[in-house]
């Protein structure tokens, strides 16, 4: 059984298509990225996932339950975990009494775990908190209980680059024992090093779902050619070769043919220096969006934390961090 099942599902605002009939599932153990820029729409299907929105048309499941079932959600969230992108909290409270309210809603077997590894001040009210010690707080209630799945927005907001490496750190090992992890991201170099699978999203629809690797391979290999004579662009006007630029003795392009080709046609030339290396995540992902305009999307869309747009629950997320008490 697949840990997230979405068939067909669409959500639409007045005249605003924000979800277009998504269709893919997330394996039970398994990390899987849904990547694209801001209000491209990803919120708004985590906001589906988790019954905060129902859908326009379409299904999905979550552990088994159908999203439109509220009973059968209500209890598949015992064993999921969320962290929203923009956490929510009483400010009046300190760490430790929030994490004491949720232990009471949904159990806290790994809690000392957790704080050992990202460890806010528990003894501060939250209002006096940095961004980054919001963030680490939100991801201690989100993993304390040990759920079976969990599903992040943006997850790494706010921390510095060690606790990023940290909690990427953290993810691989909970993968490894077994949890499923559905997140959104528009941070390319996160999804590349943590992810098994990944999902592109374009203005509502799924431009693609593959392999990370599969994606980079597809997205082929940045080559750079130094020779010992200026060199002729026209020698590299051949299958395979795109993105071609030219200075004096130097070629650099992208390419996506057969190597023993280029090998072949590179005996030409009085080489100085070859390299090949992978290309960056960033133009793999310009390969679907190049450049379509998507600046405004998240007004359009209503994808955002702070409920604009047309989507009269936006919002909801940002204000819930875990499970609200009659979600368990």
Do not use: W
Request: glycine fraction near 10%; aromatic fraction near 8%.
């Amino acid at each position: 059984m697949a840990a997230i099942e979405v068939d067909g599902l669409t959500k639409v605002y007045g005249e605003t298509v924000a979800n277009d009939d998504l269709t893919f599932s997330v394996r039970e153990g398994e990390i899987f990225g849904f990547l694209g820029p801001n209000g491209a729409g990803k919120s708004t299907l985590i906001r589906m996932l988790l019954g905060f929105q129902s859908p326009t048309a379409g299904s999905a499941t979550v552990l088994g339950r159908d999203v439109r079932d509220e009973q059968a959600l209500l209890e598949a969230k015992a064993d999921v975990g969320y962290l929203p992108a923009t956490p929510g909290f009483d400010e009046g409270v300190t760490g430790r009494t929030f994490l004491d309210y949720q232990a009471e809603l949904k159990g806290d077997e790994r809690r000392g775990e957790l704080l050992d590894l990202f460890d806010p001040p528990l003894d501060r009210k939250i209002r006096a908190y940095s961004t980054g010690n919001r963030q680490m707080l939100a991801i201690v209630q989100t993993f304390m209980h040990d759920p079976d799945l969990v599903i992040m927005d943006e997850p790494t907001s706010g921390l510095d680059p060690l606790k990023q490496e940290h909690f990427n750190d953290f993810l691989r090992r909970e993968r490894d024992r077994g949890l499923t992890v559905f997140f959104s991201s528009h941070i390319l170099g996160e999804v590349r090093r943590v992810c098994d699978r990944v999902g592109i999203i374009r203005e509502g629809h799924l431009a693609a779902l593959e392999d990370v690797e599969d994606l980079l391979a597809r997205g082929g290999k940045r080559v750079r050619v130094t020779t010992a004579d200026p060199v002729d662009a026209a020698d590299f006007e051949f299958p395979g070769v795109r993105d071609a630029e030219f200075v004096g003795r130097q070629a650099q392009f992208t390419f996506t043919g057969d190597y023993d080709d280029l090998v072949a046609h590179l005996t030409g030339y009085d080489l100085v220096d070859l390299e090949i290396e992978e290309p960056p995540l960033e133009d793999v992902f310009m390969h679907f969006y190049g450049d379509a305009p998507v600046d405004t999307a998240s007004e359009r869309n209503g994808d955002t934390a702070t409920g604009s747009g047309d989507d009269p629950d936006a919002g909801r997320d940002a204000a819930v961090t875990g499970m609200e008490a009659d979600d368990v």
